[in-house]
């Protein structure tokens, strides 16, 4: 299993940022769809922790073309020695249509033509087969020796598809090379609903599980202190108030008896009423969605948590905490695999 951290840096620090995460121990790196570019600051963790493997996680994929998206995919990889992985998600509705302006519906089925564009263009850059993909959603047909990059030394990038919708996961199973694991997500849901629906995607395309991904992203509460642990808790109280406003993600909280709550925290939203959010999640909806702890105590939680389900493991920690902490729990973390 390998260890992958939060990459938030903007282009001005991003390389001092790689090197750092680099230094506390993490394998990877992932970037987030936020408030810059995804793709851009990978470059330069490429550059200066070129130990890493670096990923988006994800970029948010109907708003761009798949030929826009092969051409970046492609450069990183060849630029990081192969150690690129494309980490694409829908996003949900509402961002989609209003935000980006495209077309949502049917996420699943236009994700699914997607990833199969993507394959159909890396194959015909890397052996040379003629781009011929007729879809209901995307056409691409064309592509000139001046446009073709060729094949790429390192091979052909993995995709790996956010998801946490059961058909969308299942689509993960089918055609990508693995799942990114949301990290809104409860251990029963994951169990009982995610996993099995990756299982069916890899049996509707006659692969098997060692040929397939797991991603799966661990929110994390822990500090040195208790003052510090008390104000980490906040943090991730309104991280959580948030995504379970949201009503795409009722899933993971009906696995564990929340469900009632996500219609409540909706209307919050839509009030604007965004810092109420926090105060709804409870004690034990934290021991749901997180794993939390002294220092010492997290690299077993995360291991007894999810050791028999991750390949990959992306700690999500969205508060301050001292690069020392970390550099005790991640490679405790690593030794304990």
Same mark, same amino acid.
């Given at each position: 299993?390998?260890?992958?951290?939060? &990459?938030?840096?903007?282009?001005?620090?991003?390389?001092?940022?790689?090197?750092?995460?680099?230094?506390?121990?993490?394998? @990877?790196?992932?970037?987030?769809?936020?408030?810059? #570019?995804?793709?851009?600051?990978?470059?330069?963790?490429?550059?200066?922790?070129? =130990?890493? #493997?670096?990923?988006?996680?994800?970029? +948010?994929?109907?708003?761009?073309?798949?030929?826009?998206?092969?051409? =970046?995919?492609?450069?990183?990889?060849?630029?990081? =020695?192969?150690? &690129?992985?494309?980490?694409?998600?829908?996003? +949900?509705?509402?961002?989609?249509?209003?935000?980006? @302006? +495209?077309? %949502?519906?049917?996420?699943?089925?236009?994700?699914?033509?997607?990833?199969?564009?993507? $394959?159909?263009?890396?194959?015909?850059?890397?052996?040379?087969?003629?781009?011929?993909?007729? @879809? $209901?959603?995307?056409?691409?047909?064309?592509?000139?020796?001046?446009?073709?990059?060729?094949?790429?030394?390192?091979?052909?990038?993995?995709?790996?598809?956010?998801?946490?919708?059961?058909?969308?996961?299942? +689509?993960?199973?089918?055609?990508?090379?693995?799942?990114?694991?949301?990290?809104?997500?409860?251990?029963?849901?994951?169990?009982?609903?995610?996993?099995?629906?990756?299982?069916?995607?890899?049996?509707?395309?006659?692969?098997?599980? $060692?040929? &397939?991904?797991?991603?799966?992203?661990?929110?994390? *509460?822990?500090?040195?202190?208790?003052?510090?642990?008390?104000?980490?808790?906040?943090?991730?109280?309104?991280?959580?108030?948030?995504?379970?406003?949201?009503?795409?993600?009722?899933?993971?909280?009906? /696995?564990?008896? !929340?469900?009632?709550? =996500?219609?409540?925290?909706?209307?919050?939203?839509?009030? @604007?009423?965004?810092?109420?959010?926090?105060?709804?999640?409870? #004690?034990? &909806?934290?021991?749901? %969605?997180?794993?939390?702890?002294?220092?010492?105590?997290?690299?077993?939680?995360?291991?007894?948590? !999810?050791?028999?389900? /991750?390949?990959?493991? /992306?700690?999500?920690?969205?508060? /301050?905490?001292?690069?020392?902490?970390? $550099?005790? *729990?991640?490679?405790?973390?690593?030794?304990?695999?």
């Amino acid at each position: 299993m390998k260890i992958d951290g939060p &990459f938030y840096a903007q282009l001005g620090s991003a390389g001092e940022e790689a090197k750092r995460l680099a230094a506390i121990g993490y394998d @990877g790196v992932y970037t987030l769809e936020g408030s810059w #570019d995804p793709f851009l600051p990978l470059v330069l963790a490429a550059e200066h922790a070129p =130990q890493l #493997d670096i990923a988006t996680g994800i970029a +948010v994929a109907f708003p761009r073309n798949p030929m826009h998206l092969a051409y =970046q995919a492609w450069d990183l990889h060849t630029f990081s =020695q192969g150690r &690129f992985l494309l980490g694409i998600g829908s996003q +949900v509705k509402a961002h989609i249509e209003n935000r980006f @302006g +495209v077309e %949502f519906t049917p996420p699943a089925a236009r994700m699914r033509e997607y990833i199969l564009a993507l $394959k159909a263009i890396f194959a015909c850059w890397q052996e040379g087969t003629r781009l011929d993909f007729e @879809g $209901k959603y995307y056409r691409h047909t064309l592509m000139t020796p001046m446009f073709n990059p060729g094949p790429n030394a390192f091979g052909i990038p993995p995709i790996l598809l956010g998801a946490l919708g059961p058909l969308m996961t299942e +689509v993960a199973g089918e055609v990508a090379d693995g799942l990114i694991v949301h990290p809104f997500h409860s251990l029963p849901f994951l169990t009982g609903a995610a996993l099995p629906a990756v299982e069916r995607g890899l049996v509707n395309s006659g692969r098997s599980r $060692k040929e &397939f991904t797991r991603q799966i992203n661990a929110i994390v *509460i822990t500090g040195e202190t208790a003052k510090a642990r008390a104000a980490a808790t906040e943090s991730v109280k309104s991280l959580l108030g948030f995504y379970a406003s949201t009503p795409a993600y009722r899933p993971p909280m009906d /696995a564990v008896g !929340y469900g009632d709550l =996500q219609p409540e925290l909706y209307r919050l939203s839509k009030e @604007g009423r965004w810092q109420e959010l926090g105060d709804h999640i409870d #004690d034990d &909806f934290l021991d749901a %969605f997180t794993t939390r702890g002294e220092p010492g105590e997290i690299a077993q939680k995360l291991l007894d948590k !999810y050791g028999a389900h /991750a390949d990959r493991l /992306a700690i999500y920690a969205p508060y /301050a905490a001292p690069d020392e902490m970390w $550099k005790s *729990i991640i490679p405790a973390l690593k030794n304990t695999v």
